[in-house]
């Protein structure tokens, strides 16, 4: 079973509108990476935030991290219509994990 | 190569046919994992190699799933005796460390596999 939980499912916004989206995770985790993955395309790793960590940013992309409500959040300033894809959270799950466990993803649609 | 390659891109199958789907991961990666992505959800994890040990197949669904990577380097998903519910796209990632947690995975296109 999958270890997170996106929020919202989908968001549409226009084009130069922030986006929001939410993760919610199940057990403790070292770091938690938050993917993108295009349609009908491969995931594309965006950022990791440590455990230790509680906000980080990389170009116009800022998450949060919040360890004892489990839960994270990623922040796209200035949307583009290049930005539509679908966004997951995925965490290593527990102690000595070898994989990642991703969410169910958000569906961000970008309008021009 | 410049990324992860995944081969075929798409595969059509009866029931009951076996399926071996390729990953070519980047050279001198030395993790491999398998994931399988049902539509309209995240990627579930099946199998980790660290260079050709297989260290966790705690995901396949069955014992007609078998992964190997015989060298270190590419790698092979197997399906036998193909079920409708193994209809997926089945995604390859590699990086370059031990260690999923602490590191970035590179994913490859994914095999987009439909039973019939």
């Known amino acids: 079973s999958q270890q997170g939980e996106e929020d919202p499912q989908a968001l549409s916004i226009q084009e130069g509108e922030n986006a929001t989206m939410n993760c919610s995770y199940k057990?403790?985790?070292?770091?938690l990476q938050w993917y993108r993955q295009n349609s009908g395309r491969g995931l594309v790793h965006l950022i990791l935030?440590?455990?230790?960590?509680r906000e980080k940013h990389s170009g116009r992309l800022r998450v949060t991290l919040d360890t004892s409500k489990k839960s994270s959040s990623l922040l796209i300033t200035a949307s583009r219509a290049a930005d539509t894809a679908s966004y997951f959270c995925?965490?290593?799950?527990?102690?000595?994990?070898?994989?990642?466990?991703f969410g169910t993803g958000t569906r961000l649609t970008v309008i021009p | 190569g410049a990324g992860v390659s995944q081969s075929p891109r798409y595969k059509v199958a009866k029931r009951g046919q076996d399926v071996a789907l390729r990953c070519d991961p980047i050279?001198?990666?030395?993790?491999l994992f398998w994931y399988q992505q049902a539509l309209g959800q995240g990627p579930e994890f099946l199998t980790y190699f660290q260079n050709e040990a297989q260290l966790d197949k705690s995901g396949l669904p069955s014992d007609r799933f078998f992964a190997e990577r015989p060298e270190g380097s590419v790698s092979t998903l197997k399906i036998q005796r193909t079920q409708q519910e193994d209809s997926a796209v089945y995604l390859c990632?590699?990086?370059?460390?031990?260690?999923?947690?602490?590191?970035?995975?590179?994913f490859g296109p994914g095999t987009r596999l439909t039973v019939l």
């Open positions: 050279s001198g990666h030395v993790s």
């Open positions: 990632a590699s990086s370059l460390l031990a260690l999923a947690a602490y590191n970035e995975q590179f």
């Open positions: 995925a965490t290593d799950g527990q102690t000595g994990a070898n994989n990642l466990f």
């Open positions: 935030i440590r455990s230790n960590e």
């Open positions: 057990t403790s985790i070292n770091n």
